[in-house]
C-alpha cells in the first residue's frame, strides 16, 4: 500500500468505484463480491455506501475484513454481521514462516512477537533481527537513567523509522513489558525469545509492577494513537520517553517507601529493592 509514512484512508473516489463496479452485469460468475480491506478506514466517505450496504443488488455480497472493528462507522457496522476470526496460535505462524524460508531462529522469534497477527509476522521478517528490541531495551535504559544528549539522539534515530514500523515497535514494548511483568510475579522466562532479551528481561522485571505497568501500557498505546492521528514523529518518540521516564521515576518511589516501612532486624540495616 505504500503507506509507510502517511495515513491511510479509504477515499470518496474508492467508493465511487465500489459502486460503478457493482453497476455492472455478472458475465460468467454467479455472484459479485466485494472485498473491503481494513472497512476501520473507511471515514465519512463510508456514509456513500450505506444504501448498497442495506439493500445490496441481487447474488452481491460484501465482506469487510478489519482488525478494530469498533473503529468502523456505527451506521456501517449496524447493517452488518459480524464472524469474528481468532488470532492464530505460535507454532502455526512458526511453521508457516519455516515454510515460506526464513531461518528457523526468526521464524521462532516472529512467531512469538506476533501475537497471533500473522501479517505482522511477516513483517517482522523484512526487519533487522532484535531491531525492535533493541531499540525498545534502550529507551527503558534511557528512561531509567535520565541521560538527556544519548535520549535526544535516540529520539531522533527513532523518529527517522517510518510510521507503520514504530507502531510495531509500540507492540513489541507491549509484550516485553508484559513478559517482565511475569517473570517478576511467575518467574516466567518466555520460550522465543533472544538471550539478550531474556537478560533484560531478568534485570529489568523488578520494576515492573502493576501500577509502572499499567502507565507504560497506556504511554505506548497513547503513541500509537498519535502516531495513528498523523502527529509528528520525533514528537511522539519524545512524549514516550517522557512518560516512561515518569512511570519508572514513580515505580522507585514506590519502593523506597515501601522499604523504609519493612521492620528491621536487631542490628540489620535498612532493605531497599524490589
Known sequence: MQADQKQLNISRHECYAILSKLGLSAFEGRYKVVLLWLAEYLGEAGNLLLKMLEEPPERTIFLLVSSQPEQILPTILSRTRTLRVPPLDTESIRTYLLDAGYPADRAADGAVQANGDLHKALQSMNEEPYEHG?????????????????????????????????????????????????????????????????????????????????????????????????????????????????????????????????????GSAPLFGA
Open 134 to 266: 533493541r531499540r525498545f531495551m534502550n529507551l527503558l535504559r534511557l528512561a531509567y537513567g535520565s541521560k538527556v544528549t544519548e535520549v535526544q539522539r535516540w529520539v531522533n534515530e527513532a523518529g527517522d523509522a517510518g510510521r507503520e514500523a514504530l507502531k510495531g515497535f509500540m507492540d513489541y514494548g507491549l509484550l516485553l513489558l508484559r513478559q517482565c511483568y511475569l517473570y517478576r510475579h511467575l518467574q516466567i522466562q518466555g520460550s522465543g525469545w533472544s538471550a539478550e532479551e531474556n537478560d533484560f528481561v531478568v534485570k529489568f522485571s523488578p520494576f515492573i509492577s502493576a501500577p509502572s505497568l499499567a502507565a507504560m501500557q497506556e504511554a505506548l498505546e497513547t503513541a500509537s494513537y498519535r502516531l495513528e492521528r498523523n502527529g509528528h514523529q520525533r514528537l511522539v518518540m519524545h512524549n514516550l520517553f517522557f512518560d516512561l521516564q515518569e512511570a519508572l521515576a514513580a515505580e522507585k518511589k514506590r519502593q523506597i517507601k515501601a522499604s523504609n516501612h519493612r521492620p528491621l532486624a536487631v
